[in-house]
């Protein structure tokens, strides 16, 4: 599938739903990650699949060097997540192992409601 699909059309309502009260819908999954451009300071939200691991939450970067977004991680950075319908402070960094990426998450704060 052409990623200008995701980006146009499946990107823009998961964000819608994620945000609603059907967030429960895609919640177990998906979350939404807000950070700060590197270049235009800009802030950013896109929707990412992620798992826990620990205290720790971790999204896998799928086609790594057909993205960019995960570039703005390198180094530990704020970030903003929409978790399971409460938005929540964090840190990220993007770790990258050979042709793989994974940006690990560590909440900075108990998840507070809309």
Do not use: C
């Amino acid at each position: 599938m052409m990623l200008w699909i995701y980006r146009w059309i499946f990107n823009p309502v998961l964000v819608w739903l994620l945000r609603s009260p059907l967030h429960w819908v895609a919640s177990g999954r998906h979350l939404l990650i807000t950070y700060t451009g590197r270049r235009t300071g800009r802030r950013i939200t896109i929707p990412v699949w992620y798992r826990t691991s620990g205290s720790e939450l971790s999204v896998t970067v799928g086609q790594p060097s057909r993205k960019q977004w995960w570039r703005n991680l390198m180094t530990e950075s704020p970030v903003e997540l929409q978790l399971r319908g409460r938005r929540v402070r964090a840190m990220a960094r993007a770790v990258q192992e050979g042709d793989k990426v994974h940006v690990l998450v560590r909440l900075a704060e108990a998840p507070t409601p809309d």
